[in-house]
């Protein structure tokens, strides 16, 4: 399965960091991982090193023969616009600039269903609904969507924008029967960005095989991710717990959730 021959990984100090450490190591043969936090010791074939992707000379420092970048890093929860500002999108544009100077071909980025937080529940989705973000966590990640198009068109830099869901060990809540990415099909999915010959400019939303869905990755079955797990097993035991009743309560209403809350609907 070996793919490429150096990977970097930014925000490897995260879950989804830690998780994809362990499953794309068949992927490359040397794989590089960074973030301002602390990170475990390197194992053979890995590199650690801390940077500030905030910093452009830091981060062109981190590009070096690399064939491909999985970009994890960043403010993952709502938060100031300034904090979000120098994080998300200061730091998104220093990868693309950064991979664009060093020659990278390929970037694999983790964006988020907050880029599209704020259609109904009811709406169904694909990759061509034009974003409405629910935040300014969501903004930065529809903003970085837009650099990944504009590199792709101008640059040639490939890219898969990857519109995750809920990933975590299990789904917690009704919400979560249609947003939920377990984090093997999350493993799966990001190899098939990177293995697939061709992949050009792809927005992709991040879910397991879950039989509740809002969103439609038909326009990328070209990828050839077929996600293996499913919300349903967990749907009798998120119904016997209490949840928002009050269908008048934006939380119900958007997708965006609990990002929803104080809203009017």
């Known amino acids: 399965m070996l793919i490429h021959n150096r990977l970097l990984i930014t925000g490897a100090a995260g879950k989804l960091g830690r ?6 190591k068949p992927c490359c043969r040397t794989m590089v991982l960074t973030d301002v936090a602390p990170m475990e010791a390197p194992a053979e074939n890995e590199e650690v090193r801390e940077a500030d992707l905030r910093d452009e000379a830091a981060a062109l420092g981190l590009m070096r023969d690399v064939d491909a970048i999985v970009h994890l890093a960043g403010i993952i929860v709502e938060a100031p616009f300034d904090e979000i500002l120098k994080s998300n999108i200061v730091g998104g544009y220093n990868v693309w600039e950064g991979a664009r100077r060093a020659g990278v ?3 694999v980025f983790a964006s988020s269903c907050h880029a599209v937080g704020m259609y109904r529940r009811d709406e169904r989705l694909d990759a061509q609904s ?3 973000p629910d935040g300014f966590y969501g903004l930065s990640k529809a903003f970085t969507e837009d650099l990944a198009r504009l590199y792709y068109d101008r640059h040639g830099i490939e890219a898969a924008c990857l519109r995750i869901g ?3 060990p299990e789904p917690v809540d009704a919400r979560m029967l249609a947003t939920w990415l377990s984090p093997d099909d999350l493993a799966l999915l990001v190899s098939a960005c990177l293995s697939v ?7 992709v939303y991040g879910m397991s095989a879950n039989a509740q869905t809002w969103w439609s990755n038909d326009s990328v079955d070209y990828l050839g991710y077929r996600p293996r797990d499913s919300a349903e097993s967990f749907r009798g035991k998120i119904s016997a717990r209490p949840g928002p009743l009050d269908r008048d309560d934006p939380q119900v209403i958007y997708q965006a959730g609990s990002f929803a809350a104080g809203l009017k609907p």
Request: overall charge positive.
């Open 166 to 168: 809920s990933c975590l």
């Open 130 to 132: 034009p974003k409405r």
């Open 197 to 203: 010959p061709y992949l050009g400019f792809a927005v």
């Open 105 to 107: 071909r390929r970037i």
């Open 19 to 24: 998780h994809l450490r362990q499953a794309l």
